[in-house]
């Protein structure tokens, strides 16, 4: 597959990136809103995170600049791609299954330090334009994952330029990055609360950390570990949306009484 992905024209690398980034995300997003909106909630498993309605027109929003995201981390692939063809990274195409395991987890965290770093410049007074129309979705949804502004979509689409340069890495490995990316990324704008009985501060509670975010908008810049935030110190307290939730719940409860 290494061989195949070099011996590709421009126009082909770019091609197959968007066929491969929206099919991955209509995929995952549309699975994430059928398991949250309909499978969990019919077992009983889980709860929703934040009970305040969507906004007018926000999935078709969101929708609308995920397509643009998808077009960008699609043309995007032109980038690895161009590092090969100019010879300044390399792929390894005889690494093991237990190397392309060590890979993927070297690069989940390497994941996890991206995003926390450009999270974080995306909240200064600098970037934080090209951070709004993100947090336009307070409630979120699967589909508010990709919606960016195409800025954000840059800063975060150049995850794996960097790793390719250092280490040569197997085509697999390099491929995970989008796919456990975009999954963990969908469960964290899921608005749903999967494992209720773990605490906040482990992983599997990501999607409480991220709704948080986005009710909050300042602090838990990262991903799905906790390692950045609790070394910057810039994680939110668990209860730090619960005025906001409760003064929905009491006008809703009113005006249903």
Partial sequence: MAQTFISLSAPQAMLWGVLFFGGIYLGFGGLTWLVTKRLLPALGV?????????????????LGQSGVSVLIFGLGMVFP???????????????????????????????DVHFWI??????????RRFHGPHHRSFVTTPWATYSFHPVEALMLGNV???PMVVHDFSFWSLAA????SLFFNCIGHSNYDFFTGVSYSHWFAASRRHHL????????????FTFMDRLFRTRIAADAAEPVLQAFRNKHGAATA
Avoid: S
């Fill in 118 to 127: 450009n999270h974080r410049l995306l909240h200064t007074r600098w970037l």
């Fill in 177 to 180: 990055v989008p796919v456990f």
């Fill in 213 to 224: 975010h986005h009710a909050v908008h300042n602090g838990n810049y990262g991903f799905q």
């Fill in 46 to 62: 889980g709860r929703e995170l934040d009970p305040r309605p969507l906004q007018p027109g926000q999935l078709q929003r969101e």
């Fill in 160 to 162: 794996i330029l960097l």
């Fill in 81 to 111: 791609w161009g590092l090969l063809q100019l010879g300044w990274a390399r792929l390894d195409g005889d690494a093991g299954w237990l190397q392309i395991v060590v890979e993927i987890l070297a690069l989940a965290l390497w994941n």
